[in-house]
């Protein structure tokens, strides 16, 4: 199983990721791994930032002739020196609602918002996409696909899609606001200027699918070992996810028993996937269907009331330039974040030190299943 950890902050010199126990013997696709890192950039409603970064990394180790060793990977992003700024700014002491400030400062004791802000910030999730990125790279030596899209900004939604998962796909290759249904597009645009306008921020939903999953992944033995229950830890982890669902997931709460379940057709079909691929914490051969909420940014032009942390005197809280709308970004970050946990429940059940030991575990278990 993979371990990772990430350094780094939005304004500092760039971010750091390592990675320990990644199997040797896989050879990278390094462009592969670029345009995955593009693609998290530059969606309509970004700041404008996201134009200038260019998010190249390097990589430092684990690797020979770009295939993997078996030894910790590391890596390295240089945020571009536009975004790079030193030493921090004199204390801004002004809190924005919804973001970690307030309760970073108390909790570190730190009398600088921005010491808190810097490492809190959603740039991190750079090197965590890179980490998905690998991970589903490896997957797909597998054949197990996947894909993200969105569904809502700020209440504008496509309707319930019956797409297979190929022809969202296509749908989705020229949306610069990774929506399959183009009108549909056009109206959160719209939203999205507005909100501009209006000096606000918007929210949305994204669903994640993955497809060709073995049946199996997970466990329903132990409480630490479901599926959804780490997918969902994960997905949560990502800066500005606020709920997570697995197929239907809260709806489940007003469907009657015999409309909520899935039924068997044989050992690898099912009527509905209602279930989002997902029951007793194992994959049961269906897509991985998962969907996240995310808040709109807490960084407003038109601030909220905050207090001066020092004087505890009632104020606005600090503006700066943000992003109006996230929701795309966090869509491929989620696909990326999933990419990991399911990386590691294969690793898990198929073990390995490298990629073709992995594979002969895998080919076993296949033809034990027939
Ligand atoms: C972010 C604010 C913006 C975003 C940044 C995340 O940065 P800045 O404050 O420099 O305008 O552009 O996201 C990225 C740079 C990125 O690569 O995703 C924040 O406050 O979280």
Known sequence: MIRYLTAGESHGVGYTLIIDGFPAGFKIDFNHLQSFLNKRQNFFGR?????WEENLFRILSGVSEGV?????LSF?????????KK??????????????DLAGMLKFDHKNVELVWERASGRETVVRTLC?????????EFEIDSLSHVTNIGGVKTPPSKNTFSSLKNALSSSNLLCSDSEIE????????????EKTSLGGIFELRMTHLPIGLGSYTQWDQKLDALI?????????????????????GETPGHQAHDEIISTTQRKTNNAGGIEGGMTNGEEIIVSCTVKPPATLLKPLSSIDVDTQEKTKAFVSRSDV??????????????????????????GGDSLSQTKKHYETYCKQIK
């Open 47 to 51: 700041s404008t930032r996201s134009c």
């Open 132 to 140: 998905g990125a690998l991970s589903l790279q490896f997957l797909k």
């Open 186 to 197: 056009e109206l959160m645009k719209e939203k999205i200027k507005s909100a501009e306008k």
């Open 232 to 252: 969902a830890h994960d997905l949560m982890s990502i800066q500005g996810i606020k709920g997570v669902q697995f197929g239907i997931g809260f709806l489940y």
């Open 325 to 350: 709308c996230f929701v795309p970004s966090a869509a491929v970050v989620g696909e990326a974040v999933l990419g990991i946990q399911i990386l590691n429940a294969f690793l898990k059940k198929f």
């Open 87 to 100: 030493p921090f700014k004199d204390h801004l002491k002004t809190p924005r609602p919804g973001h970690a």
């Open 76 to 84: 390295f992003i240089e945020n571009n020196s536009k975004s790079q």
């Open 68 to 72: 993997t060793t078996g030894a910790p």
